[in-house]
């Protein structure tokens, strides 16, 4: 839907949205059951849930397209991934509370081990202390390049943020980090005429980076990945004409809700630390973005029953959210993470929406096979946010 | 679809269609059953026709947006309601058999009730009976303005239209009715410079209008609002290549099926009346629009109980039209009136396609919930006609 007729319709009201998303929500059957981990887990709340909610897939970009965090998150907060674009760099600035000036490049830096000839052995250089890495970022912060000012975020670990401030730059350079091993860091090459300039200023970077941290072993180089400018994006609180708070501990998710203009409250490190918040700052916004990470970190790790059982610490902690009583509530997540991937899948995302008037079908339990048959069908994540306002009366007729 | 492309595909047959549009079809389930209206209504006929038919739920403009009556049926008619804006003016005129001219700007009248101080009591001068209407029209046909030709036209009770004729007009004038009770009507206004002429011709009128009707209470004043120009659309009979009749009792439904081109037929004001103008005209066209407005009324109205009576009217009207033997008849409606929101919703409509080709699914009973796992899926409206030109034989093969 275009975002200018979404907002000509968006309307104040006094309801409010719950937008849950579970951080690589979907999974695929383990050969052995042939059940999934939603397949799998005991999830009382979310199928009694279900069962009064409309049900359906999300997918997020396009079919068989594996979305990363950032489009994911675009298309559950209404944006059309493919029209806004968002580099890793960006997101990770404002992730760590970095904010970015129009026209910065920022690119997401590891700390990485390189051996005797340069070869990349470790990329995140053991994962470092993030103590480390803040005394590292110290050092690479005296560096200065050609017509560039260079900032540096220490982030956490063995990652960091740079930041290329000054006219002219463009985030159009390739990545230095080659993702594998054994062999040395990419050159950072224009990949447009306009970013020859930037990319001579992130090699003198990278050149200077490599002398200061030779004897730094294990984190004796950088790789650096997701050049971009800060996208100009449409601002959720103007399209939808609501209050909006993020409730989210990593700083991934923080950056994103940033990028799109919400409120990013500050939360502990636990679901249980964003619940409280969330309640905390109840009465303050109409719509919440409340992100469960627990799940997708399983998923990653390939490790199914640690998915099974994240699955089940939500449905435990899912009564502290009904217990708010929100207008409209939707369970969801930003991609899939199948655990016997280990990785991002493309698969559709199951997804529910609660409220007076959603609907009902014939869905009771909350799983991929499920939701199949849902009232909602198989849609793009970005039909969901529309669905939400309407769900909670805050979107007018269309036509007489 | 592109227009353009169906109707190079369109070709002669002799088969016949009816496209039965049950205004407000759609509901939600009642919070004491949990079933909707058509969950809930004796419906034989329409479940027994939704076993051998092809079903889906339908969708008119886009997710979560609420259609009003002229997006909801244009989509039916196939065309993409997103693409073709009509304004509420232009269908109040059509609706009463009037024809506007090229260039004319339409605009729907309400009588009102104003206070000593000019502020709006009743939006709607308590319905005044329609012969109080006509008479007042009368009056207001003795105001003249600068720049335009003014042409009243009665609708019902407190309704008219009014019609700006003249050369260089526009349609992009705001609203003078404010939507609320307490506060006086708001100035006509141009929304674009060429608007200037047009607003200050309105501003004239409705200056006149007070000073006309300030004797007149309850109806001593005059709110306008939908300003537009006829849009410049495909005609239907064309595109479908189809002599395409309408047979609707209420004027909205009539001016949109002229609109697009439809010859509109004369019939008494109840369904029964409406099913023998049908099967005195079978053998003259190829293609019927049959309108049936209880269900959205009784939606309108909050009553659930009326709603499901209307179906149940529906139901037993149904073999009249079966006993027609039209080649493919569709029965779908132009947008969702839940009783419990007493008002249009966003929520998709149940669509059954009945024909010698239409396949099958395992949809038994023609509800919400039933066919929203139907073998249609949940489609745009504007993809249900090319869906039964084909299930008539009236489309040829795209492509060697």
Same mark, same amino acid.
């Not at 979310?46 to 997918?59: E, F, P, Q, T, V």
């Not at 000054?166 to 159009?172: P, Q, T, V």
């Given at each position: 839907m275009d975002l200018g007729l979404l907002r000509s319709l968006a309307q104040p009201a006094t309801t409010k949205i719950i937008l849950c998303s579970l951080d690589g929500l979907g999974g695929l059957p383990r050969p052995g059951?042939?059940? /999934?981990?939603?397949?799998?887990?005991?999830?009382?709340?979310?199928?009694?849930?279900?069962?009064?909610?409309?049900? !359906?897939?999300?997918?997020?970009?396009?079919?068989?397209?594996?979305?990363? /965090? !950032?489009?994911?998150?675009?298309?559950?907060?209404?944006?059309?991934?493919?029209?806004?674009p968002v !580099?890793?760099?960006?997101?990770?600035?404002? !992730?760590?509370?970095f904010h970015l000036k129009p026209g910065d490049v920022a690119a997401r830096g590891n700390f990485c081990t390189v051996?005797?000839?340069?070869?990349?052995t470790d990329r995140r250089a053991g994962r470092i202390s993030?103590?480390?890495?803040?005394?590292?970022?110290e050092r690479l912060r005296t560096i200065t390049v050609d017509g560039a000012e260079i900032v540096i975020e220490p982030v956490k670990e063995h990652r960091f943020v740079l930041v290329l401030?000054?006219?002219?730059? /463009?985030? /159009?350079?390739?990545?230095?980090?080659?993702?594998?091993?054994?062999?040395p860091p990419l050159p950072a090459r224009a990949?447009?005429?306009?970013?020859?300039?930037?990319?001579?200023a992130v090699s003198q970077f990278v050149?200077?980076?490599?002398?200061?941290?030779?004897?730094?072993?294990?984190?004796?180089?950088?790789?650096?990945?997701?050049?971009?400018?800060?996208?100009?994006?449409?601002?959720?609180p103007e399209t939808f004409r609501l209050r909006a708070a993020a409730v989210a501990a990593y700083p991934m998710y923080r950056g994103l809700a940033r990028l799109v203009g919400m409120e990013v409250?500050?939360?502990?490190?636990?679901?249980?630390?964003?619940?409280?918040?969330?309640k905390r700052h109840w009465d303050s916004f109409d719509f919440f973005f409340l992100h469960y990470k627990d799940t997708d970190k399983a998923g990653e790790d390939g490790d199914f029953d640690a998915k099974v059982a994240a699955l089940e610490r939500f449905d435990a902690r899912l009564p502290d959210v009904l217990a708010l009583r929100p207008d409209v509530l939707a369970v969801s997540g930003d991609h899939s993470t199948p655990s016997i991937l280990a990785a991002h899948g493309w698969q559709p995302v199951p997804a529910l929406v609660a409220s007076a008037y959603c609907g009902a079908d014939h869905v009771s339990r909350f799983t991929e096979r499920d939701c199949a048959s849902g009232a909602l069908g198989l849609f793009p994540a970005q039909e969901l946010m529309p669905i939400l306002m309407a769900n909670a009366l805050r979107f007018a007729k269309y036509g007489a």
């Open positions: 059951t042939g059940k /999934s981990e939603l397949e799998t887990a005991a999830l009382p709340i979310l199928h009694a849930l279900a069962s009064r909610s409309a049900c !359906g897939l999300l997918r997020h970009v396009g079919p068989g397209i594996t979305p990363g /965090s !950032g489009p994911g998150h675009l298309g559950l907060f209404g944006y059309d991934p493919l029209q806004h !580099g890793r760099g960006v997101l990770e600035a404002l !992730g760590i509370d051996d005797g000839e340069g070869r990349i993030t103590d480390l890495c803040v005394k590292l970022c401030r000054g006219d002219g730059l /463009s985030g /159009s350079v390739s990545e230095t980090d080659p993702q594998a091993l054994g062999v990949l447009a005429p306009a970013a020859e300039r930037t990319a001579a050149e200077r980076a490599r002398q200061l941290l030779r004897d730094s072993t294990p984190a004796n180089m950088v790789l650096l990945r997701g050049f971009d400018r800060q996208p100009d994006i449409p601002l959720f409250l500050d939360t502990g490190p636990t679901f249980t630390d964003e619940i409280a918040t969330l």
